[in-house]
């Protein structure tokens, strides 16, 4: 039974009401609407289905389901909560799929870009459904249910940030509808959803995309397909990177955030043991943050998955996506991506039109079983500038191939990129500064910094695209025993870009409205238009990476540093998919602690970087041979004999580029014949044995890396134009 006076739902229980408004006219005409005799359950107009129930009609109410936890310690099982309209057909046999956002929002921060909450006025009854999804989906033969994350609002408990008493939440509701588990209407009575066909969709932003892919992991029965928005995939990466907290005491924080309003002081116990249990001393990942860890279980994920994630959204991380998105494929999850060049923003504000008729398109399919061919479109959406979205097969791009870009000395530059190795022994010092700023370490770009390296390409002589995830490999001695590294991938060149960085995170809210749905005097599915708005900059910031030292090893542990050893420090930007344009240089920026985001280390500590040895990986669609004809290079390493020849092979077996020996000893040799000819001034011979070698390499090519092959090859070529 629901719980007695001390309970915060006794006045709602009681205050329940059904509510009758009036609607304004969106996309069918008032006598169609609550009158279909579709035996499916719909109708379908340009492939989708259409407004045929009365959004007027529509069915409001309030149910509470039990659980067997209580998350709260009181004693008592907590309740879960949740808002459900359906078309009033429901009551007379009509069943129907759900689409459900689970938020902890409810009450008081609210949802989308107007901020909407449930109760608007305070007078202790839910009226309003915040969004569209009700307005535009309850027309079209759905039911949209906006459950109460546990411990927030109606729901009883206490926020878990990301535990398992979350997705329990959810679970038990997702549950209920497929006839599973007790629930009761606000006087108490016992219902049963049996308007349900047990199917649900799960949609949401941040948190409220958060919850459906850890309800996803969970493989729960009857969740057949998740739209999540800028959604977190593993809390440690939402507080942490690299072993560096952002900020402290994350979790618990939040918590307290978002608790329902009456319930705070109850759930202080539980955010103290969060707090204890995160670790903020040393940012290590641990069991708290294992269990909020919903990529190592996309092995269990049974429902489809259409990933939204604007690329620069810096609140939750572009990483969050990329780990999700490659785990999924890695268990032929089906799915689809946008990638939006925004940063925390909603498809509804970046792409309205498009993104509406998708998600009815994609609802329609998985929850509906309506074959309208959206799995047979291309997978990936991705916008590289204003209103400029091109459609992809996949992400990473398919005919994206790492390649390895050494950090090299220049004698014009502070520092440049080289594809091919760097021979000799070349150093350069920095000292980290942890009050820089990120603008600090990219400005300037052609000048000695000391608390900065920088690493410039020449200008690029035809566009190259990054689509993947960068990853770093920096030899580097450091004289102290803990610090920070970052690294950043910069474009430098003047152009106008999307500004990812204002208030609005890449859009402009506007005066005018445009409706999405049915209307009533409470509830409208009209909502201010947006504009993408740009700006003019002489560089951009294209992606961030950071390091703890002491996590080199494993972000489990801590190894302080040896002053003065040599180390290998290995880690990964976040994601991106980036053109870069002719004219423009690609900079690698190398510095320590990162002040905007994360917190400093206050060791000041000073790095020897070994150039040649240290290098970043990038993700480029069309390989080596395309970045390398962006650069205007060679593709190879410009010997300027066989000796030298012989040691790039020399470099490569040492790096373990040949998996077979044989194939180092047989180039070796035949390279070791040449230089000899070319000693002795015989160069019609040196000139025919070098010709030969381009048989030899091919024989060889499966047995050395492809950039070996790629670099030999060149540097063959090279040899000979120089020689006729």
Not at 217 to 232: F, H, K, M, R, S
Not at 456 to 485: K, M, N
Not at 574 to 589: A, M, N, Q, S, T
Request: charged share 25%; glycine share 8%; aromatic share 10%.
């Amino acid at each position: 039974m629901l719980k007695d006076t001390r309970s915060r739902f006794t006045s709602i229980l009681l205050a329940f009401i059904m509510i009758f408004t009036l609607t304004a006219p969106y996309a069918a005409d008032a006598e169609v609407l609550g009158q279909s005799n579709s035996p499916q359950g719909y109708e379908l107009e340009d492939g989708m289905t259409a407004p045929i129930y009365s959004y007027e009609d529509a069915i409001k109410e309030t149910i509470y389901i039990a659980s067997e936890m209580d998350s709260d310690r009181d004693g008592e099982m907590d309740l879960i909560a949740a808002d459900i309209m359906r078309p009033k057909e429901t009551e007379d046999g009509l069943q129907v799929p759900v689409i459900m956002d689970a938020s902890p929002y409810y009450e008081a921060m609210g949802r989308g870009n107007e901020s909407e909450i449930k109760d608007p006025d305070g007078d202790g009854i839910n009226e309003f459904f915040p969004l569209y999804y009700d307005n535009y989906f309850v027309p079209r033969g759905y039911a949209v249910v906006l459950p109460d994350m546990t411990g927030t609002n109606n729901s009883d408990g206490c926020p878990t940030t990301g535990g398992w008493e979350e997705t329990e939440g959810v679970k038990v509701v997702i549950d209920w509808l497929n006839g599973k588990g007790t629930a009761w209407d606000s006087d108490g009575n016992e219902i049963e959803a049996d308007w349900s066909t047990g199917k649900v969709g799960m949609v949401g932003k941040s948190y409220d995309g958060t919850l459906p892919n850890a309800a996803a992991a969970q493989g729960i029965e009857g969740l057949e397909t998740i739209v999540p928005i800028g959604a977190i995939s593993n809390w440690y990466h939402y507080y942490r990177y690299g072993g560096i907290p952002f900020y402290y005491n994350g979790p618990s924080g939040l918590s307290q955030r978002v608790t329902a309003s009456d319930n705070v002081e109850q759930c202080a116990p539980v955010r103290e043991d969060m707090r204890v249990a995160a670790d903020d001393a040393t940012g290590n990942y641990n069991d708290f943050w294992a269990e909020r860890d919903f990529v190592k279980d996309a092995d269990q994920v049974e429902a489809s998955v259409f990933v939204i994630h604007g690329i620069n959204d810096y609140n939750v991380k572009a990483n969050h996506f990329s780990d999700w998105w490659l785990e999924l494929a890695e268990n032929d999850v089906p799915r689809k991506l946008w990638i939006s060049q925004t940063g925390h923003v909603e498809p509804f504000d970046f792409r309205r039109a498009e993104w509406v008729e998708t998600l009815n398109r994609w609802f329609d399919y998985w929850l509906l079983d309506i074959d309208n061919g959206i799995m047979d479109e291309p997978t990936v959406d991705i916008e590289h500038g204003k209103d400029d979205w091109e459609t992809y097969s996949a992400w990473p791009d398919e005919d994206m191939e790492e390649v390895k870009v050494r950090l090299a000395p220049s004698d014009e530059l502070p520092g440049t990129l080289a594809t091919s190795p760097v021979l000799g022994e070349f150093t350069q010092s920095f000292t980290d500064d942890p009050r820089q700023r990120d603008e600090q370490m990219v400005e300037d770009e052609f000048t000695d910094k000391d608390n900065r390296l920088i690493f410039l390409s020449p200008e690029l002589e035809e566009d190259v695209r990054l689509s993947g995830v960068p990853e770093l490999d920096i030899s580097a001695a450091i004289d102290a025993e803990s610090t920070h590294l970052t690294a950043m991938i910069v474009d430098y060149g003047t152009d106008e870009r999307i500004n990812h960085r204002s208030r609005g995170e890449g859009i402009r809210t506007l005066d005018t409205v445009s409706c999405w749905g049915e209307s009533s005097e409470v509830d409208d599915g009209c909502y201010r238009d947006t504009e993408i708005i740009t700006h003019e900059a002489d560089y951009e910031i294209v992606t961030h990476g950071w390091l703890d030292a002491k996590n080199r090893e494993s972000l489990e542990y801590e190894v302080p540093l040896v002053p003065g050893e040599k180390y290998s420090f290995e880690w990964e930007t976040l994601p991106e998919d980036y053109i870069f344009k002719e004219g423009h240089r690609i900079g690698i920026v190398i510095a320590g602690s990162a002040n905007r985001w994360t917190v400093p280390d206050q060791n000041r500590a000073t790095f020897d970087v070994f150039l040649g040895e240290s290098n970043i990986s990038l993700p480029i669609v069309g390989g080596k041979e395309a970045l390398d004809d962006a650069l205007g290079y060679q593709g190879g390493s410009l010997p300027e004999n066989a000796a030298e020849m012989k040691e790039i092979v020399h470099h490569y077996q040492e790096e373990g580029a040949f998996s077979n020996q044989g194939a180092y000893r047989s180039i070796n040799a035949h390279l070791t014949a040449v230089e000899r000819f070319e000693s002795r001034g015989d160069m019609e011979k040196a000139v025919r044995h070098m010709t030969n070698l381009e048989h030899l390499l091919e024989a060889h090519k499966d047995r050395m890396s492809q950039e070996a092959y790629q670099v030999l090859t060149a540097d063959m070529e090279y040899l000979l134009e120089t020689w006729q």
